[in-house]
């Protein structure tokens, strides 16, 4: 059965800071690894992840995949309260998504 | 486009009735997805086709049922609703890119509780 896990299940932190959000997982015949960030409603788009050590950014946004390991990270550097949010992490195998459970985010400003 | 496009937004149901969840996507997608999340929980995929006239089950099927006539249309439905059945539904859809690729594109969810 595939698995995602992520850790930790929720941080709080200060506006400024950096923070790491991590994503283990065991899939079949593993395609590619997704971040998602979900405020109130439906799940928006991050990154896609196919290919190990290479690095994706968008703004203050980076992730990186290790495939020999089986994890990803989140990088969001000089937080903002507008970055609350739960971020999910889910992949793709055998034509299906699965999701972790996500990581609860709260910047205090 | 649209997107993926999903309706009702809301619905109570007393137990035991019966209802159908709409979702259209209007992007050719060949992928579709529905998934539930409860309070507190990550997203769990309930059902999944790969085109029309195919469908299989994810990790929570039971008490659902889905078709898929066409390529737009992925109708989820509830026959005898229950209380564990009280959740947010979102409706997905992909495309598989060349070399296996993929991005999830998400409606905007369906709160439905059952009293």
């Known amino acids: 059965e595939d698995k995602v896990v992520q850790s930790p299940l929720s941080l709080v932190v200060h506006e400024g800071d950096t923070v790491t959000l991590n994503c283990s997982y065991e899939?079949?015949?593993?395609?590619?690894l997704l971040w998602y960030k979900q405020e109130k409603k439906a799940p928006t788009f991050l990154f896609m992840l196919?290919?190990?050590?290479i690095e994706k950014k968008s703004g203050r946004l980076s992730s990186i995949l290790d495939k020999k390991e089986l994890f990803s990270i989140l990088n969001i550097t000089a937080t903002q309260t507008g970055d609350s949010a739960v971020y999910l992490c889910?992949?793709?195998?055998?034509?299906?998504?699965?999701f972790g459970t996500g990581t609860r985010l709260t910047i205090i400003p | 486009n649209a997107g993926v496009t999903q309706t009702p937004k809301f619905r109570i149901l007393k137990i035991g009735q019966s209802m159908t969840l709409q979702c259209t996507q209007d992007m050719n997608h060949n992928y579709m997805y529905w998934y539930r999340q409860d309070p507190g929980m990550g997203l769990k995929l309930i059902y999944y086709?790969?085109?029309?006239?195919?469908?299989d089950k994810g990790e929570v099927p039971n008490g659902y049922n889905v078709s898929r006539s066409t390529t737009e249309d992925f109708p989820l439905r509830l026959e005898l609703a229950a209380p564990s059945q009280t959740s947010v539904y979102f409706c997905?859809?992909?495309?598989?890119?060349?070399?296996?690729?993929?991005?999830?594109?998400f409606g905007p969810g369906t709160r439905l509780t059952v009293l």
């Open positions: 889910a992949v793709v195998g055998n034509e299906k998504l699965t």
């Open positions: 196919t290919s190990s050590g």
């Open positions: 997905a859809s992909s495309v598989v890119l060349p070399g296996g690729t993929d991005t999830q594109y």
């Open positions: 899939v079949t015949n593993f395609r590619s």
């Open positions: 086709s790969v085109g029309a006239g195919i469908t």
